[in-house]
């Protein structure tokens, strides 16, 4: 995921997209539900920086889906705050 934060602000959309990618599904074979719904959270950013809002905010819903199999309280608040900015900014 590392490697997908570093090429989304420089514009590296195919690299970035990529390594988020990449590591979402090592996240996933080796059951670490928190990094996937952090990976998910990052292609969400990534999409919404690339114009597209809808396709992000349908994968932060996803990455909260995830996320609220975990017992981490504080990332299921950022996205949750994340998909209401997002919601309410669509409705602006």
């Known amino acids: 995921g590392n490697l997908g934060d570093l090429c989304r ?5 195919a690299d970035a997209e990529r390594y988020l990618q990449q ?9 670490d539900r928190v990094g996937e ?20 905010l349908e994968l932060e819903r996803e990455a909260l ?17 994340l998909i209401e900015e997002w919601e309410n900014d669509q409705h602006e």
């Open 37 to 56: 719904g952090k990976t998910l959270e990052n292609l969400a950013l990534l999409r919404a920086a690339q114009g597209d809002v809808a396709g992000g």
């Open 65 to 81: 889906r995830v996320l609220e199999t975990t017992e981490d309280v504080a990332e299921q608040a950022k996205v949750r705050g």
């Open 23 to 31: 590591c979402l599904v090592i996240c996933q074979e080796v059951g």
């Open 9 to 13: 602000p420089q514009g590296r959309w």
